[in-house]
């Protein structure tokens, strides 16, 4: 499904802030970590000056007026720092189990519960307005930002400049830069209010501006639709509002880990093969409890870890959870957090830990292997996608191998 290489949410915040809340790196609705396999150049402190002399012509063309300008530019500094960070998005580089042991932490999931406590009026109305799983939403806000308690203090306009005028994706985040300008010029944020991650996105549940201008509301009536203070009444109704806005379906699950049979045909699990868990169940597929899932929907099967690791039926809200970001693991953070914050079990199969991860350079290494040896991954960038996952699997298949389509150090051993 190459719709799933597309552009969402951003955060990532600094390495401080991952380390305690590894979610935090694509929020909503914008998705910076597609596999473009662009190789940016850093530009550097001036070429970035001389970067602010030209964007400022272009803004005023996109309706920008000369005060908001005078008002902003002054403030957007240069960092080195969010390049870094752009760099190395950790629900792209990390094996599967690394991030999941932060991402849904047992004191993440205890917070959870608090949290979903403590808001449990709101969150109800919320839920019963757009139909959206209030679990999945607070399961959201905790990966975003810790449930409010770390919404990102780097500069917005910063950050987003920064990346603008960075080569390797500049015109989408030059669009996220001057739909931040229209929050400050239409008067719906303050210069100073405009905070969050690394990569432009902000509050509670860290929405890019380009979506905070489409989606976000005003769910407290007071005329302003304001995601970046303590209460987060607007910034979770937002999140709900936009998940629904992109098909959630209510009382589909995102996904429910099952058992393969063996001799299972490692090709069938591919996201372009849909269908309904009673025709999975008629070739061996079922849930943990030996029956057949129940018929929520279309589903594919997911292996995150490859076929030593947990098998998934996943759905179609498993595809709405991607338009936060297109990361298999983020969108399974969410997914199990939101199960774990509700009562479920954990997940069953123990993750195949031995067989290691790979470094940045080894994964863009693979990715140059593959495509020399005719397995295009479509773009050398280090994070392992849906294009890169193809050309795997279409290497194992062209070996004899497991077609799991998981990127492992053997599998790059093998490619050397």
Not at 41 to 61: H, L, P, Q, S, Y
Not at 397 to 406: A, I, R
Request: proline share 4%.
């Amino acid at each position: 499904m190459e719709a799933r290489v597309r552009i969402i949410g951003a955060l990532v915040l600094t390495v401080t802030a991952l380390a305690a809340s590894p979610g935090v790196a694509q929020g909503a609705l914008g998705n910076l970590a597609t596999e473009d396999g662009v190789r940016g150049e850093e530009i550097g402190t001036v070429g970035f000056a001389a970067w602010k002399d030209g964007f400022r012509e272009r803004a005023i063309a996109r309706g920008i007026d000369a005060a908001t300008l005078d008002r902003a530019l002054p403030r957007m500094d240069y960092s080195e720092q969010i390049i870094r960070l752009d760099r190395n998005q950790a629900e792209f580089v990390k094996p599967i189990w690394e991030y999941l042991d932060t991402a849904v932490s047992e004191a993440r999931i205890v917070n959870g519960r608090a949290a979903l406590a403590a808001n449990e009026a709101l969150l109800r109305e919320i839920e019963a307005r757009y139909g959206v799983d209030r679990h999945v939403v607070v399961a959201i806000w905790g990966l975003e930002s810790a449930y409010g308690t770390y919404r990102g203090t780097t500069d917005t306009l910063s950050a987003l400049a920064t990346l603008a005028a960075d080569s390797r994706r500049g015109a989408f985040f030059e669009g996220q830069l001057i739909a931040a300008l229209r929050i400050l010029q239409g008067g719906d944020a303050e210069l100073e209010e405009l905070e969050g991650s690394w990569a432009g996105a902000m509050g509670h549940t860290q929405f890019m501006p380009t979506s905070y201008l489409a989606f976000a509301v005003d769910w407290d009536g007071d005329g302003r639709r304001h995601i970046w203070g303590d209460d987060p009444a607007d910034a979770l109704a937002s999140t709900a509002a936009y998940l629904a806005r992109f098909g959630w379906v209510t009382g589909q699950p995102w996904g429910v880990e099952v058992q393969l049979p063996e001799g299972f045909d490692y090709r069938l699990a591919d996201r372009e093969i849909e269908r309904m868990p009673r025709q999975w169940a008629e070739i061996g597929v079922l849930g943990l409890d030996g029956a057949a899932v129940p018929d929520h929907g279309a589903a594919s099967v997911l292996l995150p870890a490859g076929h030593e690791g947990a098998a998934f039926l996943v759905f179609e809200n498993f595809a709405v959870i991607e338009r936060y970001n297109t990361a298999d693991a983020y969108v399974i953070a969410v997914g199990h957090l939101a199960d774990r914050i509700r009562g479920g079990a954990e997940i069953s199969v123990p993750w195949p830990r031995h067989l290691g991860g790979l470094a940045g350079p080894e994964r863009m290494e693979l990715q140059e292997r593959l495509t020399a040896a005719g397995f295009d991954t479509l773009g050398i960038d280090g994070k392992i996608g849906p294009n890169t996952v193809a050309a795997i699997r279409a290497y194992q298949v062209s070996e004899g191998l497991v077609p799991d389509g998981y990127g492992s150090p053997a599998l790059l051993e093998r490619l050397r």
